[in-house]
């Protein structure tokens, strides 16, 4: 198996352009969470001073990581301090529940 995990964690606000960028270049799936952290910016007009941002997952083979990791950064990026950030994991194991099986690389290829 030869999967990675994209993640990344940008502004709320460039959500709509990240989905239709993914989409249109195929991705299938992601995983979206609403977080709130403290990174170069903080918000001093609250009081706690933290941002609130998405967290973006996408599991994809190898070979295209780079690729769908180049298309959150082009889509959410605003030219501003603190716009976030994007990783890639190796993943070890992934399992379909609902095939009980191990997930291949060819399970997340994307056609452009």
Known sequence: MNIHKVIAIFDELRLDEVEQTLIQHGVKG???HPVRGRG????????????KHIQMEVYTSADQSRLIAQLILDAAH????????????????????????SATDADFHIHM
Do not use: A, P
């Not at 918000?43 to 941002?51: C, K, P, V, Y």
């Not at 605003?78 to 099986?101: A, F, P, Q």
């Open 30 to 32: 992601f995983t979206l």
């Open 78 to 101: 605003m030219n501003v301090d603190s716009e976030g950030l994007v990783t890639i994991v190796s993943v070890n194991d992934l399992l379909w529940i609902h095939t009980k099986k």
């Open 40 to 51: 170069h910016y903080f918000d001093s007009f609250n009081r706690d001073h933290l941002t």
